[in-house]
């Protein structure tokens, strides 16, 4: 039986810790395994726009329309643009869409439910997995992708220290929407990213979570530090389009092929 489609929020509170690389690689890997894959761009420093549409911007409409309360004519539809790669789209962002919380957050509680009232259905008619890469904080933008979405990844950056408390925070901040606001919602799995197992700060760190978090609430899968993935960044690519041999590119196919046996278990 085939598995029914599903929208997986990207979303950490602390930044650079491989959000949007986890979602572009992670979609592009997911495309070429043949699934029809949307991401859609949270977070309007527009990182996973520039990469999924190579440098170049959004020239029409964009996620700015799907989360502005006064839009009435433009539909979802009209937002997706095509990438490199035919199984993979984008709802593109553009960076005025941050001047768009004060009106959402005039309108509170009903605005954390525009982004699922104008992309649910849409996204799981016509995508197997929709991915929305999300900004650094807990605020309007990413609660309105924790309304929309069924799935939360959680990817964490072992190469530097950090709080667990935050992460563990982290978690239970997405539980809470869970419970209170999106019963669809469930965290899924914690990524550890930027993995170097000769430092003692990552084997520490990968120790602790294992230690903290439950088995079930951790990918077997572990991404690499791989500085092929900030080359791919500064020419606007993924690491499939820029370099597929690369470690941090089989790193992403596992974690693709993980992914998908979950998910084939869950839903
Ligand atoms: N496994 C990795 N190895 C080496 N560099 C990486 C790895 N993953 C991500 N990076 C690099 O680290 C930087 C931060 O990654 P990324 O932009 O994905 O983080 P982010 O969580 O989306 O950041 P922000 O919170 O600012 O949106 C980028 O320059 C990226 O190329
Ligand atoms: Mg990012």
Same mark, same amino acid.
């Given at each position: ?179 209170? +606001?999106?019963?669809?919602? /469930?965290?899924?799995?914690? !990524? *550890?990213?930027? #993995?170097?197992?000769? @430092? ?48 941090? +590119?089989?790193?992403?196919? /596992?974690?693709?092929?993980? !992914? *998908?046996?979950? #998910?084939?278990?869950? @839903?």
């Amino acid at each position: 039986m085939q598995p029914r489609s599903v929208i997986i929020s990207v979303v950490n509170n602390k930044g650079g810790v491989g959000k949007t690389t986890t979602t572009c690689n992670l979609a592009d890997a997911l495309a070429r395994k043949g699934k029809s894959v949307l991401v859609l761009d949270m977070d309007s420093q527009c990182n996973a726009t520039s990469m999924l549409l190579g440098g170049e911007r959004p020239n029409a409409n964009t996620l700015f329309e799907l989360l502005d309360p006064e839009n009435t004519e433009v539909s979802p539809e009209q937002c997706v643009y095509p990438t490199f790669h035919e199984n993979l789209h984008i709802i593109p962002n553009i960076d005025v869409t941050a001047a768009l919380e004060v009106k959402l957050i005039l309108n509170l509680p009903a605005s954390f439910s525009v982004l699922r009232n104008n992309l649910r259905d849409f996204a799981l008619k016509k995508f197997d997995v929709t991915i929305i890469d999300n900004p650094p904080n807990m605020g309007t933008f990413v609660i309105c992708s924790l309304y929309a979405s069924d799935f939360v990844i959680v990817p964490n950056d072992s190469g530097s220290k950090y709080s667990i408390e935050g992460l563990i925070r982290a978690v239970e901040f997405i539980k809470d929407v869970s419970k209170n +606001a999106n019963p669809d919602l /469930k965290f899924l799995r914690l !990524l *550890i990213t930027r #993995l170097d197992k000769r @430092t003692s700060i990552s084997r520490a760190i990968m120790h602790q979570i294992r230690e903290i978090f439950n088995p079930h609430d951790v990918f077997n899968t572990t991404i690499p530090i791989n500085t092929t993935f900030q080359q791919a960044e500064l020419h606007s690519k993924t690491i499939y389009k820029y370099a597929p041999k690369a470690s941090g +590119a089989a790193a992403y196919r /596992k974690l693709a092929t993980e !992914l *998908i046996s979950i #998910l084939e278990n869950k @839903t």
